[in-house]
């Protein structure tokens, strides 16, 4: 059975590069699919932002006529410039159980960032810190969240057997909600507010809290971020774009944003109801019917995607989340919702993991991005 690696060029390919995640994991129970436009978008200069400063190039395995795996190769020249390194990365990577397949497609990645002067190849990385990231490493029977990737367990082992190692690790929790907000939190949420002067805001709309604090809130990202991994800041034009993705469809009364006497923002939490459910019965395709799944669980849910968390350098350590905890937990009891999935964090930030100490968190999944120097 020969095997053929070939580069995705035609709009045809490029869907059909997308769709093979569907097939891949049909029949699995964890699997939270994107959505088929929204991956097609991603990869059209016209329409993300990022590719004015990515390069990439995307590879399907194919044996016998049919795809038996896919690969994206990328270079993320600002990231590269920020951390003044030059690191090619692999994304959108999907297999079948097969050793041969996995590292053809890696061979090909590799080659491509190499051919470029890159001098080693990580992943699973998108082209930002805003796509999916971090390949899954424990809790394959746990469901995923539209935010993560989920892979099978033979994933990491195929990596392991070709040279990759780990260079970072991400936790992920998932917590209960309480029935009143803590004590603790409460009372330092009255002291914090009085003695920084700071206080929270609320919107009855997504278009009037965009107008007026949609780009401060990726301000504060920049401001909060930089430190992280694969950090690099985001473009004016990043900004827009990811306004109109994320902002434009969030329930307003999930999003607590701290504000300062010079209404800056200095602190936020953006929740989202859990969308995996939802998103596993659309299939990948919002129309006809898609639609109607994603409304349903944007207004009736019993779980919720604790999205983003962020505190300015200058406030953090200072009791900040408890403002954001005393804002959000009554409106997550008046919702419903019993439980809150944390989504990724670097499995060194322990300051954020103490921040679940109160709400019974089970550690119940891990993901870690691959590297090979060469």
Avoid at 17 to 27: A, M, N
Avoid at 85 to 113: C, N, P, S
Avoid at 178 to 185: L, Y
Avoid at 211 to 233: E, H, M, S
Wanted: proline share 5%.
């Amino acid at each position: 059975m020969s095997l053929e690696i070939k580069e995705v060029k035609t709009a045809k390919e490029l869907k059909a590069f997308i769709k093979f995640s569907l097939k891949l994991y049909k029949r699995n129970p964890y699997y939270v699919p994107a959505l088929t436009y929204d991956e097609i978008n991603t990869f059209d200069p016209k329409k993300n932002p990022a590719l004015d400063f990515c390069e990439s190039a995307r590879f399907i395995a194919i044996r016998d006529g049919e795809i038996v795996g896919r690969i994206a190769a990328i270079i993320n020249h600002d990231t590269n410039k920020w951390w003044k390194q030059e690191h090619g990365r692999f994304g959108w990577f999907d297999v079948i159980d097969d050793q041969e397949v996995t590292k053809a497609l890696l061979d090909t990645a590799e080659a491509w960032v190499k051919a470029k002067g890159m001098k080693a190849l990580k992943g699973p990385l998108g082209f930002t810190d805003l796509d999916h990231e971090g390949m899954l490493i424990e809790g394959f029977e746990e469901m995923g969240t539209f935010a993560t990737i989920y892979n099978y367990p033979y994933y990491p082992k195929h990596l392991e057997n070709l040279g990759f190692h780990k260079d970072v690790d991400w936790k992920e929790y998932q917590i209960t909600i309480p029935d009143q907000v803590p004590d603790r939190h409460a009372r330092m949420a009255t002291i914090v507010s009085q003695k920084y002067n700071l206080h929270t805001v609320k919107f009855k709309t997504a278009n009037a809290l965009i107008k007026r604090y949609g780009k401060k809130i990726f301000k504060l990202w920049n401001d909060t971020y930089d430190v992280l991994y694969g950090f690099a800041p985001l473009t004016d034009k990043q900004v827009n774009y990811y306004i109109k993705m994320y902002l434009s469809f969030v329930r307003p009364d999930l999003i607590s944003l701290i504000i300062d006497k010079d209404d800056n923002v200095v602190g936020m939490g953006i929740a989202i109801p859990s969308l995996s459910k939802a998103f596993q019965k659309t299939k990948g395709n919002i129309f006809p019917f898609g639609f109607i799944h994603l409304l349903k669980a944007l207004h009736k849910n019993d779980v919720v995607d604790l999205y983003l968390m962020g505190i300015h350098p200058d406030y953090q350590g200072k009791g900040l989340n408890a403002l954001i905890f005393a804002d959000l937990v009554p409106i997550f009891i008046k919702n419903g919702y019993k439980l809150a999935e944390t989504n990724p964090e670097l499995e060194e930030n322990g300051r954020i993991q103490v921040l679940w100490s109160e709400f019974n968190p089970r550690h119940h999944r891990s993901r870690r991005v691959y590297i090979k120097e060469f």
